[in-house]
């Protein structure tokens, strides 16, 4: 029991520390999306491409976390996006205060839109808030459409599913029909997308939809 | 600060189950495998062909563990395999205390070889002891070869790498040598094993090598 007591004390406190991230970033107008998957489902090849799509309508800021290393926020600054990264020194996840810290590294009042990249994994970071609007998580078809099923929170969570990675749908026994039902089970209300940031197959779709997410919130 | 103490509490007590149940093991002569990997990885996969190539020469028994759901408990069941399914009900990771209690489950004197099927995570679990012989990992091409350079620990805890899905190599981008000698440089003394559950490619040096740890144990 007195485990189940620390967590809850450690969540608690992270959203506040959430909430206050939330208010800066109403204040400032900065739409704020949390991305999430396993790892190498490709988080930063979607973020480059919303990066090159969006860039002219919108200024763009990016978070990377990771255990350690630097190499997807290189390949961020690379566009000539601001980026900071978080190493997480070990955490599973991205929390509240990682996120308020990152931002002393940003200059916020010149982002319409800040992307955080969350560590690779599908469990925890579906804990943490961190001041977001929304949640999106990636799964990619190697991984298999048993996922939803067995890592439930994540699905729950998020307000969007990216299925990534189509293009290798004629070499992996990935069932998209069944990925979508077990995903819709769980959360009726998720957009489900499918893409691939290879060949670009699927992505306006995406533009599209975070564009009328983001023109919502800067229109109230 | 307090954070801090308080895992590190908890991964004391998890050692000291860790090694009642090494203990346990060593009376029965049991030796354990912790397998672990990110989702979708192919654990499962590899836990099935294992079995197929072993069953005649040692009696093994399976824990799956997942966060919910018993799909893979279900896919070893078929096989006649005996499998105690955890559900860790939101955890991201197995722990001592869970493969203690699974135990009873099991008809441990019945057997030579546990494989324990970690949760799909490529981060917590390399942090917790379950009281095996040895860890590890699957990395699956598709997920790509930066995975040793930001996910540390499990390569560093790791006797083992399985590089899996070689299968997809001419379809993904994963750099066989760079994901090999980023993880030699983390481990160097970790055995790397290149194989395809699909195909069959490779698993016989897995067999084999899997097998000479079992028979060094049982000499012992």
Request: aromatic letters at 6%; charged letters at 25%.
């Amino acid at each position: 029991m007195s485990k189940i007591t620390i967590v809850k004390n450690i969540l608690d406190a992270n959203d506040r520390i959430a909430e206050e991230n939330r208010k800066l970033f109403d204040n400032e107008k900065i739409y704020v999306l949390n991305l999430m998957s396993s790892p190498g489902a490709g988080k930063t090849s979607l973020v480059e491409k919303t990066i090159e799509a969006l860039q002219s309508r919108y200024k763009i800021g990016v978070i990377e976390g990771d255990i350690q290393g630097s190499s997807d926020a290189e390949r961020i600054a690379k566009l000539g996006t601001p980026v900071v990264q978080i190493n997480t020194g070990g955490a599973c996840h991205i929390d509240g205060n990682m996120v308020h810290e990152a931002l002393t590294g940003l200059d916020t009042n010149k982002l319409d839109l800040l992307v955080v990249e969350n560590v690779g994994n599908l469990v925890c970071p579906a804990e943490f808030k961190i001041g977001e609007n929304i949640k999106v998580m990636v799964l990619s078809t190697p991984e298999g459409s048993d996922k939803p099923a067995k890592y439930p929170l994540m699905f729950q969570q998020s307000e969007a599913m990216i299925i990534n990675k189509i293009d290798l749908l004629p070499y992996v026994d990935f069932d998209v029909q069944k990925a979508k039902k077990d995903a819709l089970t769980l959360n009726r209300k998720l957009k489900i997308l499918e893409v691939s940031c290879k060949t670009s197959a699927g992505l306006k779709d995406w533009y599209e939809w975070l564009s009328d997410r983001i023109e919502a919130f800067r229109s109230n």
